[in-house]
């Protein structure tokens, strides 16, 4: 019978980043989360939602040479830049192949940072408890002496080790992935748990979809050092009690807005774009955002509105890329 990768066990969201006993923590990645297999040279990489990799990562591929053969793997694709993990440097490798993916390979190298073994040489593991798994992973990585492009993903049963780990969002880690340590992995089910590291900042309205008396969403910006307002990211979607806040305090966009002319996507991934109303940018609003941002300093994750301040000047909101 051929041996298929299964469904990638998720996480569900939890408010909460106290480790409690008898559960692990993880790191939670800034990455594509994706499993890997070889079975007899053949290498499968595909990414959660089931799309293959392949041939967008070459260097991984080529990796697998020094795993044993029926092996499969689950875990994150990251890249570092800087000494902090680039999300946007990873995701303009998806869509090359070829010469182009090699070429990228080489300037962006990725690492597939493993947390969970699916299979080992020929056995499957998924009905394993985690802890078992967590054993054979670290023996695998030790009696391979396995190296780049494989990280081993760090984990802990130690409360404390697990909010040490909350303070590597200065390099681009996102929180925390609870794990029970006799689960087994469940595919598609949300059995593991995830807490993201949130924080409170403000930015400047630039411009709203919907309507300035009940926009939808805002989009928000910061003023670089040279002055010039930048793009930092926008909300989700406003309730209609935070929509009924804003009439009065937004101000339509006379003719030297400086995103006149610019276009906005609506989401990383996709060349979909914001049909958006420009407004003066003078109001400053309160934002929770988290701490996944690309390397000019924009939040890949849409922020939630707290609150308006419109007793904050924006020359007083931090300088973009801050």
Known sequence: MTWTLPDPMLAAPVADPVLRPGWAAEPKWDGFRAQISIDTGRVVLRSRRGTDMASAFPEVVAGTTQLPDATALDGELVVWEGGRLAFERLQGRLQRRGA???????????????????RLAGTDTTAWPYRRRRAAL????????LSAPWTLCPSTTDPDTATEWLSWSAVGMEGLCFKRLDDRYRPAARGWQKYKVRETSEAIVGAVTG????????LLGRYDTDGRLQYTGRTTTLTQT????FPGLL???????PWTGWTFSAGWGTRETLTVTLVQPELVVEVDVDVAHDASG???HPARLHRTRPDVSPSDVARFGN
């Open 298 to 300: 924009r939040w890949r």
């Open 251 to 257: 101000a339509p966009a006379g003719d030297e807005h």
């Open 100 to 118: 182009g993916a090699a070429r990228l390979a080489e300037q962006w190298p990725c690492h597939f940072v493993a947390f969970d073994l699916l």
């Open 138 to 145: 670290e023996e695998l990585f030790t009696e391979q002496d």
């Open 211 to 218: 309507t300035l008396t009940a926009p939808r969403s805002l």
């Open 242 to 245: 935070a929509g009924r806040a």
